[in-house]
């Protein structure tokens, strides 16, 4: 089974603070996603990479910075925390072969991140 | 532009009932492909289904099953004989492909199964 690992369930930073919130999966997925789930809000892409060292902007990147060292982690970080980014954040993964478009994209338990 | 729609926000249901999940996307992609997850309140997005955009057959695994309309743009998804395990938030999702999996979410369906 794939497993998505996210590092933290629940954390609770104070404003200003620097916080890493790290991913790793176990199956060698080329794609890593970081999403951000609100209430009524539905999840919210925030950066995703295709390969090592490669980072592309989602629909809400403001505020938040990627790192994609080696293949199986990602991390996502607050460079200084705000208390509008209190919420849940869902890391995921996929495999995307060549024209293979559309593979499943399997997703993390969720770190619940509070910002005071 | 893409868009998932879910206009139900919560459904409550007794057990054993049958309720549907309704689904409407917008997307000018002609290849693109469907999703539905579920999220228990332990809070990890489960995989239920993929549909990709030339495949309208109907699927039913168990008590699921997805209907898929192109001619309205939706994918509905229905439980038969409902079970309080049943309860959670619900997502459709949409991507168009290309080298990445962007995924563009819904807003969700919480569905509440009562005993």
């Known amino acids: 089974d794939v497993k998505v690992t996210q590092s933290s369930r629940y954390l609770v930073k104070r404003t200003g603070e620097k916080v890493f919130l790290e991913c790793v999966q176990d199956m060698d997925h080329e794609n890593m996603f970081w999403y951000r789930q609100d209430p009524g809000l539905g999840l919210r892409l925030i950066y995703f990479s295709y390969d090592v060292k490669m980072k592309e902007k989602g629909d809400i990147p403001e505020g938040y910075s990627v790192s994609r060292e080696k293949k199986e982690r990602f991390s996502l970080i607050l460079e200084s925390a705000s208390t509008n980014q209190t919420s849940m954040y869902l890391c995921?993964?996929?495999?995307?072969?060549?024209?293979?478009?559309?593979?499943?994209?399997?997703f993390g338990e969720g770190s619940w991140l509070t910002v005071v | 532009a893409q868009k998932v729609t879910q206009a139900q926000t919560e459904i409550s249901v007794v057990e054993k009932e049958d309720v549907t999940l309704d689904c409407v996307y917008e997307?000018?992609?002609?290849?693109?492909?469907l999703f539905w997850y579920k999220q228990p309140p332990s809070g990890e997005l489960v995989f239920l289904i993929r549909?990709?955009?030339?495949?309208?057959q109907n699927e039913i695994s168990g008590r699921y099953s997805w209907n898929f309309q192109k001619s309205t743009s939706s994918f509905n998804f229905t439980i038969t004989a409902s079970q309080v395990v049943d309860s959670a938030v619900y997502f459709c999702a949409l991507t168009s492909g290309g080298a990445t999996n962007k995924l563009i979410f819904g807003t969700g369906t919480l569905l509440a199964v009562q005993p």
């Open positions: 549909r990709n955009s030339f495949d309208e």
């Open positions: 995921a993964s996929s495999s995307t072969p060549a024209g293979r478009v559309g593979n499943t994209i399997y």
């Open positions: 997307t000018r992609d002609t290849t693109y492909y």
